[in-house]
């Protein structure tokens, strides 16, 4: 069973920087972050097809963030720069590991995601 751990969420000032790390116990071929504020729905941030790179991200974070996928260690990564306090929320990662589990679709990119991680936790202040 995919197991997931997040870290690298903090608390940070308005244009600051963090970099979300999400160790995987498997390969699989698609891997994403999600986020969820504080009374808001879960919203797709970033998606990435760890078999030739191709990714896609929710048009409020383009520019600003970058998903990657180091192969070797098999650790999803997010690169968050020019920080805003509405980018705070909790981040969770998910992989499309095995079966079932729902749809989601994010520009050019459509996975499915039956495992997600525990989250971790990003406070951007003004």
């Known amino acids: 069973q995919e197991k997931l751990v997040e870290s690298g969420g903090d608390s940070v000032q308005a244009g600051g920087s963090l970099r979300l790390s999400c160790v995987a116990s498997?390969?699989?071929?698609?891997m994403a972050w999600f986020r969820q504020a504080p009374g808001k729905e879960r919203e797709e941030v970033a998606f990435?097809?760890?078999?030739?790179?191709?990714?896609s991200y929710a048009d409020s974070v383009k520019g600003r963030f970058t998903i990657s996928h180091d192969y070797a260690n098999n650790i999803l990564s997010l690169q968050m720069n020019s920080l805003k306090p509405e980018d705070t929320a909790m981040y969770y990662c998910?992989?499309?590991?095995?079966?079932?589990?729902?749809?989601?679709?994010?520009?050019?990119?459509?996975?499915?995601?039956?495992?997600w991680g525990q989250g971790t936790q990003v406070t951007v202040s003004s």
């Open positions: 498997e390969y699989t071929t698609c």
């Open positions: 998910a992989t499309s590991v095995g079966y079932g589990g729902s749809w989601y679709r994010l520009g050019s990119l459509r996975c499915r995601f039956p495992y």
């Open positions: 990435i097809y760890t078999s030739g790179g191709s990714s």
